[in-house]
């Protein structure tokens, strides 16, 4: 099994923080970007390098079938050692050193499994807000079981669907031991690039209220099942992805989606459904057909979001709003797949979605205790905006549209740029102006690369890695070169003395440990020019000192 890079350094970064902190790490991967392989190299490992057990939890049937199928598939030495807990599958294996199981049908029987050593659970995001439930009555079992067992988390997105973060000191998962971005793997080509456009006849959501983190269902399905604006929004989606071959659809509810499938049809198109009751059966023949490419537009509500893997999917369709930034990004993370004659994914939003939440490699969440009552945001506080010429939805801080060249009117900047901080581009790396960022939160790490001149073999060039996180899953950094000489040790001491009243560090290990200590102002925001492939950091704006907690948090970082 080969992993690509950023697997495995997730896979070491899990095995580093086993080893350094005893509280739970969650790994985050994009759609599509590979968390089982992740999770089959941990499996590996534990089994044959540690004599040890592994149990895998998923939701519903169709994870569980797919995580063994993927497991078989990357570890073939493994396939005699993986059993199946399911009461959906009418499989209770319980001996294997390797049990891929569905939370509902072991939560009650730990005692069945016997010691497990590790516990991942895929699609982490799905864990219950307050932490109790299946999960944690399980895992207080295990662990009178066995006191060491350890729990791993994975998912794409580490905020839940109706609520905020899923890692804090007093939840299941405790924090984030490793993320790639989604730019960073569409730039790497692991990724299919997504192309955004709003609908031409969009309902006003503003006036939508929210309850238990998501829109009153009611006053969505009176907004969007209308006959105007369903009939208007197909005509447009079948114009629109004329030569796409896979289109998901996503309504709001079953009676939405019977009211789309009945004009698509009328519109002598190939058409299918797939809602909550419907059967075993009959999903599996309706989801092969779309995946072999037989069906054109699958309409669901809520039914393919986590895990449904295709493709061949070139097209996702949002006939629905929602308040739910993770939602959001599983609804378009559908089309995420790379597939053969597939040079991108259009995304259709007729809900206001991507102007609510920003553009999806840089999705806002918000805490719970500031959500708003209802839907509407200011034209300040959107971090997105659409084209008033072609109606792409591009990131808040382009100054023209990257599809059309349509210019935007101009802004007027915060001279202190310490307030609102506008979002990264959305999956382009197009001309656009310097962006200002506040920043959330700053790492500092050696760095050691390994020079290949073919001159020289075994050269290598050490520097700091000063981490800067300007938003969710999105980072920009630069490396601070304070053992090299010439022109880049001078830039070192001058990056240094802005900073801090501390002598110039002579090694990357000093410099690296006095700025976790508080030795160097914070900085609180950047600007940085992302016209090229790499962002480049123009200007800082800082501020005082870290306090001691800052410090603190630092160093157990």
């Known amino acids: 099994m080969e992993l690509r890079y950023y697997q495995k350094q997730a896979v070491q970064a899990v095995y580093n923080h086993l080893r350094e902190k005893e509280n739970n790490p969650c790994v985050v991967i994009p759609t599509a970007g590979g968390k089982t392989p992740v999770i089959a190299k941990i499996a590996m490992d534990v089994c044959k390098s540690w004599n040890g057990r592994t149990l895998i939890l998923s939701h519903v049937k169709e994870l569980l079938q797919q995580s063994v199928a ?11 050692r993986i059993g199946v807990y399911s009461a959906g599958l009418k499989s209770r294996d319980t001996t294997h050193d390797v049990i891929v199981a569905g939370i509902q049908s072991i939560y009650k029987r730990a005692a069945e499994l016997g010691k497990i050593d590790i516990i991942m659970i895929d699609e982490a995001h799905l864990i219950p807000p307050d932490g109790e439930g299946m999960y944690q009555t ?10 060491q067992v350890r729990l791993i988390g994975l998912t794409a997105t580490p905020f839940r669907m109706k609520s905020g973060l899923i890692c804090a000191p007093e939840n299941l998962l405790n924090e984030i031991c490793y993320e790639v971005g989604v730019k960073e793997l569409m730039v790497a080509g692991y990724l299919s690039p997504l192309k955004s456009k709003a609908g031409l006849k969009k309902p006003d959501t503003d006036k939508l209220h929210i309850r238990m983190g998501e829109f009153i269902e009611q006053e969505v399905d009176e907004l969007m099942d209308t006959d105007e604006l369903v009939e ?8 629109m992805t004329t030569g796409r071959k896979s289109v998901l659809v996503f ?3 079953v009676k939405h989606g019977q009211h789309v499938m009945e004009v698509l049809n009328g519109l002598e198109q190939s058409v299918a459904a797939v809602f909550g009751d419907t059967s075993s ?12 490419g037989a069906i054109k537009y699958l309409v669901n509500v ?11 999917i070139d097209g996702v369709i949002l006939l629905r709003p929602t308040a739910s930034p993770g939602l959001l990004y599983q609804m378009v993370g559908r089309g995420f797949r790379i597939n053969e004659g597939k040079e991108d994914c259009l995304v259709l939003d007729y809900g206001n979605n991507i102007l609510r939440h920003g553009p999806i490699d840089a999705i806002r969440v918000r805490a719970e205790k500031k959500r708003k009552k209802k839907s509407d ?7 997105a905006r659409e084209c008033a010429e072609c109606r792409s939805l591009v990131a808040i801080h382009y100054t023209s549209c990257p599809e059309c060249g349509h210019e935007f009117p101009r802004q007027e900047r915060s001279p202190n740029h310490s307030s609102q901080a506008s979002n990264e581009a959305v999956l382009s ?6 962006v200002d960022y506040e920043v959330q939160g700053i790492t500092y790490r050696s760095h050691t690369k390994h020079i290949k001149d073919g001159v020289l073999p075994g050269r290598f060039s050490r520097s700091m890695r000063v981490q800067y996180e300007i938003g969710w899953n999105t980072y920009v950094s630069e490396w601070i070169c304070f053992e090299h000489e010439g022109y880049a040790r001078k830039k070192a001491e001058g990056w240094w003395k802005v900073r801090s009243n501390e002598p110039v560090p002579s090694t990357v290990e000093e410099a690296v440990q006095l700025c976790r200590f508080g030795a160097i102002k914070k900085t609180v925001g950047i600007i940085v020019d992302e016209r090229e492939k790499y962002p480049r950091i123009l200007s800082y704006l800082f501020g005082g000192f870290p306090t001691q907690e800052e410090i603190d948090k630092q160093l157990s970082a």
């Open 377 to 383: 945001l200011s034209k300040e506080d959107a971090p």
């Open 232 to 239: 208007a929004a197909c005509q447009e989606m079948v114009e």
């Open 302 to 312: 809520n039914v393919l979001t986590t895990g449904f893997d295709a493709p061949n």
């Open 251 to 253: 309504c709001s509810s």
């Open 429 to 434: 790396t197009d001309d656009v102006s310097s």
């Open 138 to 147: 399980f895992l207080t079992a295990m662990k009178e079981i066995n006191p």
């Open 70 to 80: 993927h497991l078989e598939k990357l570890c073939p030495e493994l396939k005699e």
């Open 281 to 292: 059966e009959a999903r599996a023949n309706i989801l092969s057909s779309f995946k072999e």
